[in-house]
């Protein structure tokens, strides 16, 4: 079977609160162009990089965060990027729909600087130092996949990580990578144990989705300390058969690179044929809360 490579780039940094909208663009374009000279095709940033992780506490002064798609400052910004690097990207915002709507969303854009796919967060979580449900919306765009020059790719947020729903679906519409950009960290007062178990944890979820859907899947996460939470960082990329190919660390910038062969996803689905054998007939209670006995 012939090689199909596309190589991709994951964008990890801190975006601490004292940092500038301006001073964090320009590390980004910093550290894209260095993606871009490694050879990236497709570049992915991580979850909301343009600020700090601000759902640690309810602020309605903090929605002002939020900037219009396409026409926004931020999405400006990387569209110009992507142009002047001739990359595809793809970037994750924090979007303002209209007066009192807001979203998580990504945006694929190609080559030419042009908006080819939107995904809005669809699993929104309410946790402490995670109050998302305050400022997001949950989405309502289909699951989807953007066909872009190289590959065909998903984009999933975050929470959607621990969803195998999600991830199937982006698959069967037809994703050889799912990106996933990602703010997730560990609070100070947490175990060493339990930090360790948190942490293998979304490791382990990432290399299932990429096992029960035979497709590449990238994890994008920030780093640093803020307020309450240090986030671990360990951006990844696995490959059809669950194996990790490239891995960040839990604390340093990086631009992870990873060369992607999608050739093996066929290869891997003749093998294991997750797809064919799904019982379609028999999920009926998957659009239920709870099947009750």
Same mark, same amino acid.
């Not at 975006?15 to 590390?27: F, G, H, Q, T, V």
């Not at 400052?73 to 970037?91: G, H, N, Q, Y």
């Not at 990578?177 to 997730?184: C, G, K, N, W």
């Given at each position: ?29 910093? !550290? ?10 497709? @570049? ?5 990089? *343009? ?18 798609? $396409? ?21 994750? !915002? ?22 080819? #796919? ?6 929104? $979580? ?12 949950? #989405? ?5 996949? %953007? ?21 199937? !679906?982006?698959? !069967? ?23 360790? %178990? ?18 590449? *899947?990238?994890?994008?996460?920030? @780093? ?20 990790? @190919? ?6 340093? $910038?990086? %631009? ?14 003749? #093998? ?11 999920? #009926? ?5 709870? %099947?009750?006995?």
């Amino acid at each position: 079977m012939s090689s199909r490579e596309v190589t991709i780039g994951l964008l990890q940094h801190a975006s601490p609160l004292a940092a500038s909208k301006k001073d964090i663009l320009e590390r980004v374009a910093t !550290l894209a162009r260095e993606a871009a000279a490694k050879g990236a095709q497709i @570049i992915a940033t991580q979850e909301l990089f *343009v600020s700090h992780y601000f759902c640690q506490r309810e602020d309605s002064s903090l929605m002002d965060l939020a900037e219009a798609v $396409p026409d926004g400052p931020t999405c400006a910004f990387m569209r110009s990027l992507a142009r002047d690097l001739k990359v595809e990207i793809t970037a994750s !915002l924090y979007e303002r729909r209209t007066a009192g709507v807001y979203h998580n969303t990504s945006v694929y854009i190609d080559a030419a600087g042009e908006i080819i #796919g939107k995904y809005r967060k669809m699993h929104i $979580p309410d946790d402490p130092r995670f109050s998302e449900k305050f400022y997001f919306t949950p #989405g309502d765009l289909s699951w989807q996949a %953007v066909k872009g020059a190289r590959a065909n790719c998903g984009m999933l947020v975050c929470w959607d990580q621990w969803y195998p729903e999600a991830a199937r !679906l982006t698959a !069967l519409s037809g994703a050889e990578i799912i990106f996933y950009p990602t703010a997730i960290g560990w609070w100070h007062g947490e175990t060493a144990e339990d930090k360790q %178990v948190q942490r293998d944890a979304w490791i382990t979820m990432h290399k299932a989705h990429a096992i029960a859907n035979g497709c590449f *899947v990238a994890a994008i996460n920030r @780093i640093g300390t803020e307020a309450e939470l240090k986030f671990w960082g360990t951006s990844l990329v696995c490959d059809p058969a669950g194996r990790v @190919i490239a891995e960040a660390s839990v604390d340093e $910038p990086t %631009v992870l690179m990873a060369q992607c062969n999608l050739s093996m996803i066929e290869e891997q689905r003749r #093998g294991w044929p997750f797809l064919r054998d799904r019982r379609i007939d028999a999920y #009926g209670g998957l659009s239920r809360r709870v %099947v009750d006995a």
